[in-house]
């Protein structure tokens, strides 16, 4: 985050929000900010990566990744998601290279207060693999089953 000037150029109306089903939906590396988590009871401080993905061409998820030990395994899905790593594989990350690539993502909703509201939000439960993409992209396109009927039944 960068703090304005009085006299700054302004142009950012913020982000397309929409509310999503949770779900599994395509996205797309849309911003990068590399940025510095100050540290907290979890997590010490580090480098962070902030992260805008356009989720399912429609609505953009912000998400902070971390760059510590403790939170690997969200790089690795992540760089995985993208294609820039095989799982199991070890990758030196290339943060600058992330721009516009595609991958998939599982979303859930975090619920939170603001002013006395209680109020939902778009959040990412997990990197999808692009080897299990084949099966959820078959499983959407799949007609809903239709209820058996018994043509010329008689009582």
Known sequence: MTAFGWDS????????????????????????????????????PCPMAIVTLRVNGETDVTERFMLDDSLEWKLCQFFTAIGDRKSGEALKMNWDAIYGKSGWVEIEHREYEKEGEKRKANQVARYIDPADVPAIQAQAAAPAAQPAQTAGAVW
């Open 9 to 44: 150029e302004i142009k950012n109306d913020g982000g397309d929000f929409k509310l999503l089903d949770p779900g599994k939906y395509p996205f797309t590396v849309k911003t990068l900010e590399k940025s510095y988590h100050n540290g907290s009871s979890k997590v010490p």
